[in-house]
C-alpha cells in the first residue's frame, strides 16, 4: 500500500514539480532571483572576462557592477518599482490598469504647477497623492458598479489622461525647483545610519519568519525546516548589507529608496496579512465564491484602483524629484508603462489574478532595469533593448501559463 502511494510522488515529472513548486510561498521569488543573478553575471563577469581576453580591459562595460553604476541602476528603477508595485495589487484581481504611467504623469505635472503656484512642496505632494487616489477610485468604480472590463476602462484612462498631461503642461516640459520635492532624491542617509536601517530590516524579517512559524506550530500545520527557515534568513541578511555597503562605497543609501521599501514593505503586510489583502487573493482566484462567502467585491476593486492611483502618483513624485522636472516624454510618451506591467509578471504575479507579490514587483522592476543598463554598457540599440525586453515579457507570461495549466484542469 506504501509503495502504492509513494509510486506516483516518484514519476512526478518536471512540469509537475515546478507547477509545486510555484505554489509555494517562494516559487515565483526564486525564478526572478535566479534571472537576476544571471543578468548580473553576464554584464558583470562575463563581458569583462571577454574584454580582458580581447586586451580591451579598459572598456566601459567592466563598470556594471561598480557602486557607481549599481546606484545608478537602483536610482533609475525606482519610478518603474513603484508603478509596478501598484500595478501588483489589480493584477491580483485578475485586472489591469493601462493607466498608471499616465495617471503618474498627471500628478507629477500637478506637482510641478502647485509648486509654481506657491504651494508648500510638502502640501503639494499630499494633494497630488490625493488626487492620484481620485483618479484610480473612478476607475474602479467604472470596472467594479458599472461592469466594464478594466482593461478598457483603463484604455480610455491612458488616453484621457494623456491629454489632460498635454493640457497641463503646454510646452511639453516643466522644472521642479521646490527644495522639498528634489530633496526626496537627493537627500542621502549617513553611512552609518544606513547600515542601522538595514539591521533592523534584517532582524524585522528574522521576527515575521519565527511568528509564521510559531502560528502554523499553534494551527497544527507543517512547519518549514529549521535550514529553510534560517537560510532565507542568511540570505536576505547578505543581500541587504551588500546592497547598503555597495550604496556606501559610492555616495550612500539615498531616501528615496528608503521611502519605496517602507512603502513596498506596507502594501506587503496589507496583501498578506490583513482581511483586505486575504480578499484580494481570493477574489483574484474565483470572485464567485468571494461574493457568496460575503466579501465586498465591488468595493474591494474601487479600493485596489484606489491603490494603484496612490502608487502611480508617488512614482510621479519620485520622477519629478529624481529628474528635478515633469516632462510628458517620460511619463506618458515613453515605455514606462509597459516596463511597469513587465516588472510585475516577471515578478511572478499572475495575469489570472490570484497569485503574486508587491516584493516581486521590485525584483522585476530590477531586472527591466538592469536589462536596460547592461544593453546601454554594450552599445545596444534602442530597437535591440525593446526586443530582449519583449522576449523576456513572453517567457514570464508563458511560464506562468505553464505553471497554471495543470491546476486550472488545462485551461
Same mark, same amino acid.
Given at each position: 500500500?506504501?509503495?502504492?502511494t509513494?509510486q506516483?510522488?516518484?514519476?512526478?515529472?518536471?512540469?509537475?514539480?515546478?507547477?509545486?513548486?510555484?505554489?509555494?510561498?517562494?516559487?515565483?521569488?526564486?525564478?526572478?532571483?535566479?534571472?537576476?543573478?544571471?543578468?548580473?553575471? @553576464?554584464?558583470?563577469?562575463?563581458?569583462?572576462?571577454?574584454?580582458?581576453?580581447?586586451?580591451?580591459?579598459?572598456s566601459?562595460?567592466?563598470?556594471?557592477?561598480?557602486?557607481?553604476?549599481?546606484?545608478?541602476?537602483?536610482?533609475?528603477s525606482a519610478?518603474i518599482?513603484t508603478?509596478?508595485?501598484?500595478i501588483?495589487?489589480? +493584477?491580483?484581481?485578475?485586472?489591469?490598469? +493601462?493607466?498608471?504611467?499616465?495617471?503618474?504623469?498627471?500628478?507629477?505635472?500637478?506637482?510641478?504647477?502647485?509648486?509654481?503656484?506657491g504651494?508648500?512642496?510638502?502640501?503639494?505632494?499630499?494633494?497630488?497623492?490625493?488626487?492620484?487616489?481620485?483618479?484610480?477610485?473612478?476607475?474602479?468604480?467604472?470596472v467594479? @458598479?458599472?461592469?466594464?472590463?478594466?482593461?478598457v476602462?483603463?484604455?480610455?484612462?491612458?488616453?484621457? @489622461?494623456?491629454?489632460?498631461?498635454?493640457?497641463?503642461?503646454?510646452?511639453?516640459n516643466?522644472?521642479?525647483?521646490?527644495?522639498?520635492?528634489?530633496?526626496?532624491?537627493?537627500?542621502?542617509?549617513?553611512?552609518?545610519?544606513?547600515?542601522?536601517?538595514?539591521?533592523?530590516?534584517?532582524?524585522?524579517?528574522?521576527?515575521?519568519?519565527?511568528r509564521?512559524q510559531?502560528?502554523?506550530?499553534?494551527?497544527?500545520?507543517?512547519?518549514d525546516?529549521?535550514?529553510a527557515l534560517?537560510?532565507?534568513?542568511?540570505?536576505?541578511?547578505? +543581500?541587504?548589507?551588500?546592497?547598503?555597503?555597495?550604496?556606501?562605497?559610492y555616495?550612500?543609501?539615498?531616501?528615496?529608496?528608503?521611502?519605496?521599501?517602507?512603502?513596498?514593505?506596507?502594501?506587503?503586510?496589507?496583501?498578506?496579512?490583513?482581511?483586505?489583502?486575504?480578499? +484580494?487573493?481570493?477574489?483574484?482566484?474565483?470572485?464567485e465564491?468571494?461574493?457568496?462567502?460575503?466579501?465586498?467585491?465591488?468595493?474591494i476593486?474601487?479600493?485596489?484602483?484606489?491603490?494603484?492611483?496612490?502608487?502611480?502618483?508617488?512614482?510621479?513624485?519620485?520622477?519629478?524629484?529624481?529628474?528635478?522636472?515633469?516632462?510628458?516624454t517620460a511619463?506618458?510618451?515613453?515605455?514606462?508603462?509597459?516596463?511597469?506591467?513587465?516588472?510585475?509578471?516577471?515578478?511572478?504575479?499572475?495575469?489570472?489574478?490570484?497569485?503574486?507579490?508587491?516584493?516581486?514587483?521590485i525584483?522585476?522592476?530590477?531586472?527591466?532595469?538592469?536589462?536596460?543598463?547592461?544593453?546601454?554598457?554594450?552599445?545596444?540599440?534602442?530597437?535591440?533593448?525593446?526586443?530582449?525586453?519583449?522576449?523576456?515579457?513572453?517567457?514570464?507570461?508563458a511560464?506562468?501559463?505553464?505553471?497554471?495549466?495543470?491546476?486550472?484542469?488545462g485551461?
Open positions: 500500500m506504501t509503495g502504492q509513494m506516483p510522488e516518484a514519476q512526478l515529472s518536471f512540469l509537475d514539480r515546478f507547477r509545486a513548486m510555484r505554489e509555494t510561498r517562494f516559487g515565483a521569488f526564486v525564478p526572478v532571483l535566479l534571472a537576476l543573478a544571471a543578468i548580473w553575471a @553576464y554584464f558583470g563577469l562575463a563581458l569583462p572576462f571577454y574584454d580582458l581576453l580581447s586586451g580591451e580591459a579598459e566601459f562595460r567592466s563598470i556594471f557592477l561598480s557602486p557607481r553604476n549599481i546606484y545608478n541602476l537602483f536610482m533609475q519610478v518599482a508603478l509596478a508595485v501598484g501588483t495589487i489589480v +493584477l491580483l484581481l485578475g485586472d489591469i490598469d +493601462l493607466s498608471a504611467a499616465a495617471t503618474a504623469g498627471v500628478c507629477a505635472a500637478l506637482l510641478g504647477v502647485l509648486v509654481l503656484a504651494v508648500p512642496g510638502w502640501l503639494a505632494c499630499v494633494m497630488v497623492m490625493a488626487a492620484g487616489i481620485v483618479m484610480g477610485a473612478a476607475q474602479g468604480l467604472l467594479a @458598479y458599472v461592469g466594464i472590463p478594466s482593461f476602462v483603463t484604455l480610455a484612462g491612458l488616453l484621457g @489622461y494623456q491629454g489632460l498631461m498635454q493640457k497641463i503642461l503646454p510646452t511639453g516643466l522644472n521642479v525647483g521646490d527644495e522639498f520635492v528634489r530633496g526626496i532624491a537627493r537627500v542621502l542617509i549617513p553611512d552609518l545610519w544606513g547600515l542601522a536601517i538595514g539591521l533592523i530590516c534584517v532582524a524585522a524579517f528574522a521576527t515575521l519568519n519565527l509564521k510559531a502560528q502554523r506550530k499553534a494551527r497544527g500545520l507543517e512547519l525546516a529549521p535550514l534560517w537560510g532565507q534568513v542568511i540570505v536576505f541578511s547578505g +543581500l541587504v548589507i551588500t546592497i547598503i555597503l555597495t550604496l556606501n562605497a555616495r550612500s543609501l539615498p531616501l528615496l529608496l528608503v521611502l519605496l521599501v517602507g512603502i513596498t514593505a506596507l502594501l506587503g503586510w496589507i496583501t498578506t496579512s490583513t482581511p483586505f489583502g486575504r480578499s +484580494l487573493f481570493a477574489v483574484g482566484g474565483n470572485p465564491s468571494a461574493r457568496r462567502v460575503g466579501m465586498k467585491v465591488k468595493r476593486r474601487v479600493a485596489a484602483f484606489g491603490i494603484v492611483g496612490l502608487m502611480a502618483a508617488i512614482g510621479g513624485i519620485f520622477g519629478a524629484s529624481r529628474f528635478g522636472s515633469v516632462s510628458y511619463f506618458a510618451g515613453g515605455s514606462l508603462l509597459l516596463e511597469a506591467i513587465g516588472a510585475a509578471v516577471i515578478g511572478g504575479t499572475s495575469l489570472f489574478g490570484g497569485r503574486g507579490s508587491v516584493w516581486n514587483a525584483l522585476g522592476a530590477l531586472v527591466i532595469g538592469s536589462l536596460g543598463n547592461g544593453l546601454d554598457l554594450t552599445g545596444a540599440s534602442a530597437a535591440d533593448k525593446l526586443m530582449v525586453s519583449g522576449a523576456i515579457l513572453l517567457l514570464a507570461v511560464i506562468d501559463a505553464v505553471s497554471r495549466s495543470g491546476s486550472n484542469g485551461r
